[in-house]
């Protein structure tokens, strides 16, 4: 008799700690460390490792094997070079399913009811370079017909060679989807996609979706609602399309955002987590049990977010006062060695918002936009500036830093409040699309919080929460 009981990879959860590869700290580890960690792993008797084939500029790409079971599993992330959350979950697993513990009967349960195939970092060199792409430029993921990528051959050459019952697709997507249009998070979406225009479905595709009804159910209890479903529409250039007509139920997860985790480590342990729900659930078939009618009630994927939306505000613009909304995007920026990312905040939206939201919201029908003034000062006043110092600038409505001696360079500066600018005007003016976010909102000509590159400062607060601020 199978029986829904998800209760062994649940205990997991809060044991999660003990199997987070310390290694990899933020998204933007590359081939070399994931070379290391391989390394690592098999140097155990637990785990093997090919090279099944190399990126255009030469990147191994590895399979790695475990478990004796009869029940074929493939998972294989980062085919989109900057899109690493899976990466560092799937290095995650490996460490619990090589551990010894208390957990040692759902070990054993899985490694000895499935084989585990998987590639990690699919795409090494759009990783290199933190970019979807790969090094011909073509999205690996729009390659599965004509398999002109090195890096999608090697995928298809692998998947006909096992011949997998189940497939696991790794992604990540926009921090800025909703789960439908409401104001939660696509923390995690699914689909299990189509393999043919009508959409059909048959049982490979039916396996798939109550795979993903399983994993719903479990993560429902740690992000209630932050749970969305992607577009099926057909795509054959695809490779999750490609795989659901070759007969592997393939199941595509896209990692979203998450309140207050830019570099994705909170979401990294729920794709540990929905991984191993799934792989307890292969393991004793207790997926066949989801009902597919249930899937219908996971939300539609919806590009409806903002990073900072600011509802009800005074503007004065072109001498029309108006009272309207303000949504903010921060954009990232890559460093010039790919290892990290700043952000420039902009306006992106004036006008009507209906359904959409914020990560952060402000209700501002008592407030006023109200431009930055500049400051004047020498380079070496700036230079000495404390963020404190910054900060009473602020509260008295400055909001940028003009030198009297040389020419300042453009900001903004990272870890700094106030920007330095060279504009001509005493302050920077209106709020406009495309504008850079920084700028008060005030009650009664007093500044309560500041826009600083798209990060809210509330100004009634202590200056110990400052450097919070720029957290990302
Ligand atoms: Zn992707």
Same mark, same amino acid.
């Given at each position: 008799?199978?029986?829904?009981?998800?209760?062994?990879?649940?205990?997991?959860?809060?044991?999660?700690?003990?199997? $987070?590869?310390?290694?990899?700290?933020?998204?933007?580890?590359?081939?070399?460390?994931?070379?290391?960690?391989?390394?690592?792993?098999?140097?155990?008797?637990?785990?093997?490792?090919?090279?099944?084939?190399?990126?255009?500029?030469?990147?191994?790409?590895?399979?790695?094997?475990?478990?004796?079971?009869?029940?074929?599993?493939?998972?294989?992330?980062?085919?989109?070079?900057?899109?690493?959350?899976?990466? #560092?979950?799937?290095?995650?697993?490996?460490?619990?399913?090589?551990?010894?513990?208390?957990?040692?009967?759902?070990?054993?349960?899985?490694?000895?009811?499935?084989?585990?195939?998987?590639?990690? #970092?699919?795409?090494?060199?759009?990783?290199?370079?933190?970019?979807?792409?790969?090094?011909?430029?073509?999205?690996?993921?729009? =390659?599965?017909?004509?398999?002109?990528?090195?890096?999608?051959?090697?995928?298809?050459?692998?998947?006909?060679?096992?011949?997998?019952?189940?497939?696991?697709?790794?992604?990540?997507?926009?921090?800025?989807?909703?789960?439908?249009?409401?104001?939660?998070?696509?923390?995690?979406?699914?689909?299990?996609?189509?393999?043919?225009?009508?959409?059909? #479905?048959?049982?490979?595709? $039916?396996?798939?979706?109550?795979?993903?009804?399983?994993?719903?159910?479990?993560?429902?209890?740690?992000?209630?609602?932050?749970?969305?479903?992607?577009?099926?529409?057909?795509?054959?250039?695809?490779?999750?399309?490609?795989?659901?007509? #070759?007969?592997?139920?393939?199941?595509?997860?896209?990692?979203?955002?998450?309140?207050?985790?830019?570099? $994705?480590?909170?979401?990294?342990?729920?794709?540990?987590?929905?991984?191993?729900?799934?792989?307890?659930?292969?393991?004793?078939?207790?997926?066949?049990?989801?009902?597919?009618?249930?899937?219908?009630?996971?939300?539609?994927?919806?590009?409806?977010?903002?990073?900072?939306?600011?509802?009800?505000?005074?503007?004065?613009?072109?001498?029309?006062?108006?009272?309207?909304?303000?949504?903010?995007?921060?954009?990232?920026?890559?460093?010039?060695?790919?290892?990290?990312?700043?952000?420039?905040?902009?306006?992106?939206?004036?006008?009507?918002?209906?359904?959409?939201?914020?990560?952060?919201?402000?209700?501002?029908?008592?407030?006023?936009?109200?431009?930055?003034?500049?400051?004047?000062?020498?380079?070496?006043?700036?230079?000495?500036?404390?963020?404190?110092?910054?900060? =009473?600038?602020?509260?008295?409505?400055?909001?940028?830093?003009?030198?009297?001696?040389?020419?300042?360079?453009?900001?903004?500066?990272?870890?700094?409040?106030?920007?330095?600018?060279?504009?001509?005007?005493?302050?920077?003016?209106?709020?406009?699309?495309?504008?850079?976010?920084?700028?008060?909102?005030?009650? =009664?000509?007093?500044?309560?919080?500041?826009?600083?590159?798209?990060?809210?400062? =509330?100004?009634?607060?202590?200056?110990?929460?400052?450097?919070?601020?720029?957290?990302?």
């Amino acid at each position: 008799m199978c029986q829904v009981n998800l209760k062994s990879a649940d205990l997991v959860w809060d044991h999660y700690d003990r199997y $987070k590869e310390p290694v990899i700290t933020n998204r933007f580890f590359k081939h070399t460390e994931v070379l290391n960690l391989i390394q690592k792993h098999t140097t155990s008797r637990l785990i093997s490792a090919v090279q099944i084939g190399q990126s255009v500029k030469g990147r191994s790409i590895n399979h790695l094997k475990l478990g004796t079971g009869k029940t074929k599993v493939l998972l294989w992330s980062q085919m989109h070079g900057d899109e690493s959350t899976a990466t #560092m979950a799937l290095f995650d697993l490996l460490n619990f399913l090589a551990a010894d513990d208390e957990h040692n009967d759902l070990r054993k349960l899985i490694l000895s009811n499935l084989e585990l195939n998987i590639v990690p #970092m699919l795409n090494p060199d759009g990783a290199q370079q933190w970019k979807r792409r790969n090094d011909l430029e073509i999205d690996v993921n729009r =390659d599965a017909r004509y398999l002109v990528t090195p890096e999608g051959r090697a995928l298809m050459n692998l998947a006909k060679d096992l011949k997998p019952e189940i497939g696991f697709n790794l992604h990540d997507q926009s921090t800025l989807y909703a789960a439908g249009r409401t104001d939660k998070t696509a923390t995690l979406s699914f689909l299990a996609p189509a393999y043919d225009y009508p959409k059909s #479905m048959n049982e490979v595709r $039916k396996r798939a979706t109550q795979l993903i009804l399983t994993m719903n159910a479990a993560l429902q209890i740690k992000i209630p609602g932050k749970i969305a479903k992607y577009d099926d529409a057909f795509d054959p250039r695809c490779f999750g399309d490609t795989f659901q007509g #070759m007969g592997i139920s393939t199941i595509l997860i896209e990692s979203g955002g998450y309140y207050a985790d830019p570099e $994705k480590q909170y979401i990294r342990k729920l794709n540990f987590y929905a991984l191993l729900n799934a792989f307890e659930s292969i393991a004793k078939k207790s997926y066949a049990n989801q009902n597919l009618e249930d899937y219908q009630s996971i939300p539609e994927n919806s590009r409806s977010l903002y990073d900072v939306l600011i509802r009800n505000v005074s503007i004065s613009k072109e001498g029309i006062a108006f009272r309207t909304n303000l949504g903010i995007v921060r954009s990232q920026i890559k460093s010039p060695d790919f290892g990290s990312m700043s952000y420039n905040g902009r306006i992106e939206e004036l006008g009507d918002v209906e359904l959409t939201h914020g990560y952060d919201e402000i209700e501002a029908s008592n407030l006023t936009f109200t431009a930055g003034n500049i400051k004047l000062m020498r380079k070496s006043e700036w230079e000495t500036l404390s963020p404190q110092q910054e900060l =009473d600038l602020i509260r008295e409505g400055y909001l940028f830093v003009k030198w009297t001696d040389g020419t300042s360079p453009a900001g903004p500066l990272n870890a700094r409040l106030l920007n330095l600018t060279n504009k001509e005007t005493n302050t920077i003016q209106s709020a406009s699309i495309g504008q850079q976010a920084q700028f008060l909102l005030s009650r =009664d000509g007093k500044p309560v919080y500041a826009l600083l590159n798209g990060y809210v400062l =509330d100004l009634t607060k202590d200056v110990a929460t400052v450097p919070n601020v720029f957290g990302y």
